[in-house]
């Protein structure tokens, strides 16, 4: 092979750019011969050509080609049979005769190769980095969004970029050709480049105020490319490579796909991404809400966000774009000058720039569990996350605690916070983490519903049920009297406890004493229980911060292991379902982007406890006279005309008061103190503090509901004990001498 047929074979697999100089380079090989070209996407046919005619007109030839002498170049040699040379697009050669070579024209070989560097310079800068294009598919950076209940947004989350991906449909007409006649007159016209919108922004900039922001010349495909695949950086090949991709992706896409991810992608300001979010963010409605003139001003943003911002120092800037833009709708036939005049009487009610996270403890509480879960990049997904909190009754939640805690300020109570569950289906209604998420000085963004907390008496109930399931009965008598437990560590002081108003009742029913929440009796039922038994039992219904058993010994019974008011809640709702525990799960539903639902909310149930002994937990601790010789008759732990059960709690400090409630549908819990742990002055269970909270929800959870009862499980039955109506076990008999209450001086008060 010699050298020109070397040439040819590097040109023909280079491609078609060079086929007229393959051409030029056979001149002459063959007097009648057929050359075939295949390429991969088309193939060429050239016609039979007689070379001799075309050698004898060489004059007219060498004004095209003047330098090039033929006659010296091809020299004839014999004859010889059809030889084929083969190349990779199957360039076949049939000639009649061999033909040496005499190269002169050394410049024709230089531009071959001139032309292959510069193919490989634009393949290494243009054609290796080009990103895929394919990403195009590909959704952006989406705003997760948290809903409550009803469907109200209670929080975004979104990294630098705040987008909600909307389809051309939902999109208003009104904005689509505001967005057109501003930026893309021609969109549905072209192939992705425009010449004539170039030359006319050319034109605009020589011509435009200095108030005016130069107009570029990228048409909206161009600009989706940019956005998508490129950065700010204008330098020449980033230009050539958003020009090819824009050609690639106009051949790829319809014009109105193009046009619905240009409007979800592009910047309108801050962290406003998409058309969604920018109604959202300066106008407080969905983008389907708009009116035309909010839809016309919102089309004039994304040349130049930060300038055109309402929120800018020049928020006239944006007016005056929003005039332009309607001159260019005018123009283009979209409105006329009748309808523009009227429109821009109408006011723009520009939303204030305050970014408002709607119950924040439970919004943070919700992306902690599902990161839990193992949802990665939360802020990126653009998932609509359903969940069971209602925004009005968490409002008023807020308030309630707010309220009463500001009300107590000089006791040296400077926080509280409350959860309300829907029993049934472990709903989160409300959940007030602290009484102001922004305060520095109460370190407000703790959520105390998830913080660990002694919960003082509050924890008693559990004592009380293992000592049912081990053969107690609430007629069962237990004497309120001092006792003092031996220290098992040199050193530690031996245990003497309390009750809360300093005196004793001698022998009481442990119905009594539970209602009543005396101390005493609850540590000697706990040295019987055991305290490993007790750890067991608080775990299976939902406690999950008892792990160092070896911290616990009796003071457990008075509430000297740390919980949390939400394991609490899930603890106690056993007691509200008759045993039936039902996980707490505030996540209803959860859709994507595309509105196609990945998650929907399934009640996870597991029986924990004998009905018969959380009905008889439930009994004592409603039954409003069984307590009253601790807290009166009308105290804030009586619901007028609803049957609930109620327990108080108060740390023997001071640092903790709590109140917990239930029916057979809604648990309500609060708690009042300090985040630092220091001590209240004072607080009273059944008076102030947590309860007056607690009263208030309940009130208000449960208004214009009627009134509902717990059903008495089949093997319970009433007996007369000591002249008292009292349930039992059926079958089960029951001993026991009546008891007569006594009192004791006062003496040091620890526990509630």
Not at 279 to 295: C, D, I, N, P, R
Not at 331 to 351: C, D, F, M, N, R
Not at 495 to 515: C, D, E, F, H, I
Request: glycine fraction near 6%; aromatic fraction near 10%.
């Amino acid at each position: 092979m010699n050298l020109l047929q070397i040439i040819v074979k590097i040109l023909i697999q280079i491609g078609r750019p060079f086929l007229e100089l393959v051409k030029i380079l056979n001149f002459g090989i063959k007097k009648n011969c057929r050359i075939k070209i295949k390429l991969p996407v088309f193939k060429i046919k050239f016609p039979k050509i007689n070379w001799q005619k075309f050698l004898i007109s060489k004059d007219k030839l060498k004004k095209s080609l003047p330098k090039i002498n033929f006659e010296k170049i091809f020299k004839p040699s014999k004859k010889e049979k059809i030889k084929i040379i083969k190349t990779r697009f199957s360039f076949k050669l049939w000639e009649k005769k061999k033909w040496n070579f005499k190269i002169k024209n050394w410049w024709l070989i230089g531009s071959g190769f001139i032309l292959i560097s510069i193919l490989i310079i634009f393949y290494q800068k243009i054609i290796k980095d080009l990103p895929n294009v394919n990403l195009i598919y590909s959704h952006p950076n989406l705003s997760t969004q948290i809903l409550d209940r009803d469907g109200k947004i209670l929080y975004k989350f979104y990294d630098d970029e705040n987008r909600t991906w909307i389809p051309i449909e939902k999109i208003p007409t009104d904005l689509i050709e505001a967005t057109l006649a501003i930026e893309d007159k021609n969109f549905y016209n072209h192939h992705g480049l425009s010449l004539k919108g170039l030359l006319q922004a050319t034109i605009y900039n020589f011509k435009k105020n200095k108030t005016d922001k130069p107009r570029g010349g990228s048409t909206i495909s161009q600009q989706l490319v940019k956005n998508i695949f490129f950065t700010n950086e204008k330098t020449i090949t980033r230009k050539i490579k958003e020009a090819i991709l824009t050609l690639i992706i106009e051949q790829k896409m319809t014009k109105n796909e193009i046009l619905e991810r240009y409007l979800n992608q592009v910047s309108y300001g801050g962290e406003a991404y998409g058309v969604e979010e920018a109604a959202e963010k300066y106008f407080g409605k969905h983008v389907w809400e708009l009116e035309t003139q909010e839809s016309v001003y919102l089309a004039g943003l994304p040349a130049a966000p930060s300038s055109y911002s309402p929120y800018s120092n020049n928020p006239e800037l944006g007016m005056l774009r929003q005039k332009r833009v309607f001159e260019e709708m005018i123009s283009t036939g979209y409105l006329t000058e009748e309808s523009v005049a009227e429109l821009l009487k109408k006011e723009l009610k520009i939303k204030d720039n305050n970014k408002i996270i709607e119950a924040p403890h439970f919004v943070f509480y919700i992306k902690k569990l599902l990161e839990d879960q193992g949802y990665s990049n939360f802020e990126k997904q653009g998932l609509v996350i359903k969940t069971s909190l209602d925004l009005n009754l968490q409002t008023q939640a807020q308030k309630i605690v707010k309220d009463e805690v500001l009300k107590n300020k000089k006791l040296n109570i400077s926080n509280g916070g409350s959860l309300v569950i829907d029993v049934k289906n472990g709903d989160i209604l409300a959940m007030v983490g602290s009484i102001d998420y922004y305060s520095k000085e109460i370190d407000g963004q703790v959520n105390i519903t998830t913080a660990l907390r002694q919960p003082g008496s509050s924890i008693k109930p559990i004592n009380y049920l293992l000592a049912l399931e081990k053969g107690y009965s609430l007629a069962s008598i237990i004497s309120d009297s001092p006792i003092t437990y031996p220290s098992k560590s040199p050193g530690q002081k031996a245990y003497s406890p309390q009750n809360y108003n300093g005196k004793y009742m001698g022998n009481v029913t442990l119905r009594t004493a539970l209602a009543s929440s005396l101390n005493i009796p609850s540590v000697k039922l706990l040295e019987k229980n055991g305290v490993t038994n007790m750890i067991d039992l608080a775990e299976k219904m939902g406690i999950t911060t008892w792990k160092e058993r070896n911290r616990f010994g009796l003071s457990l019974a008075l509430g000297a292991g740390e919980v949390k008011m939400i394991d609490l809640a899930q603890a106690y709702s056993n007691f509200a379902n008759l045993g039936e525990k039902i996980k707490i799960n505030p996540i209803l539903e959860i859709k994507n982007y595309l509105g196609e639902e990945v998650y929907k909310k399934r009640i996870e149930k597991e029986k924990i406890i004998e009905p018969e002994y959380a009905y008889l937990i439930n009994s004592a601790l409603s039954d409003n006279k069984a307590r009253s010789p601790i807290f009166g008759l009308n105290s804030k732990l009586v619901i007028p005309n609803k049957t609930v059960a109620v327990k108080t709690g108060t740390t023997n400090s001071l640092k903790d008061n709590w109140c917990i409630g239930w029916t057979p549908n809604y648990l309500t819990v609060s708690w009042v103190g300090n985040n630092d742990s220091s001590p209240m002055s004072w607080v009273a269970s059944g008076v102030s503090g947590a309860t007056p909270i607690w009263n208030q929800l309940t009130n208000l959870v449960l208004k214009d509901k009627q009134n509902e009862d717990w059903e008495v499980p089949k093997n319970l039955v009433k007996k007369n004990i000591c002249g008292k109506e009292e349930w039992t076990l059926s079958g089960s008999e029951i001993k026991i001498n009546c008891p007569k209450p006594t009192e004791a001086p006062i003496s040091e008060i620890t526990n509630n």
